[in-house]
Every structure is written in C-alpha cells, then in structure tokens.
C-alpha cells in the first residue's frame, strides 16, 4: 500500500468516527440533543447518554427523585446516587 492510499485510509477512518459521534443522542426519553455526558447506573456500571441540559438536570436532583434507566439495565435507582461524567 502506498502512503497516499495510507493516509486516505486514515483520513476515512477519522470521518467516520466524527460522524458516529454525531449521531450520538440523548437517551433521556424523547430529547434527541447531542450527547455530551454518560449517565452511569449506580447498581450495574451501565452507561446512558445525556445532553449537558440533562447531565445538569440529574447533577441538580433532589432528594427521593427516582431516575429509570430504560435505555439498558431496566434499574430503578434514587437520582442523586447516580454519577454523570463527560464523555
Ligand atoms: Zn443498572
Ligand atoms: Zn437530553
């Protein structure tokens, strides 16, 4: 392979990941922002994505607030025992 086709190559594989992170949403109910933060599951490690409005959101849940994570593990888990962290 020569280094022309290399870097093509390369080049492709770098648009392609940009383009997979762009498709990237929230998985809060029916929010189809970007994604820019994980909403880990305290019981599991599971991982859900949340756009900065929704991190914030959860990073701000009060007391006795219950949060599903309906997207991957089912766990019924208390909001603020959640951790949310950059993607
Ligand atoms: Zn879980
Ligand atoms: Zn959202």
Request: aromatic letters at 4%; glycine letters at 2%; charged letters at 25%.
């Amino acid at each position: 392979m020569t280094n022309a086709a290399l870097d093509e190559l390369i080049l492709e594989q770098i648009h392609t990941e940009e383009d997979f992170a762009a498709d990237e949403h929230c998985q809060w109910e029916t929010c189809q922002d970007t994604a820019t933060h994980n909403l880990i599951c305290p019981v599991c490690s599971s991982k859900e994505l949340l756009c900065t409005p929704h991190a914030v959101m959860i990073q701000n849940a009060r007391i006795g607030e219950v949060l599903v994570f309906n997207c991957s593990c089912d766990h019924r888990v208390l909001r603020t025992k959640c951790s949310v962290e950059p993607k």
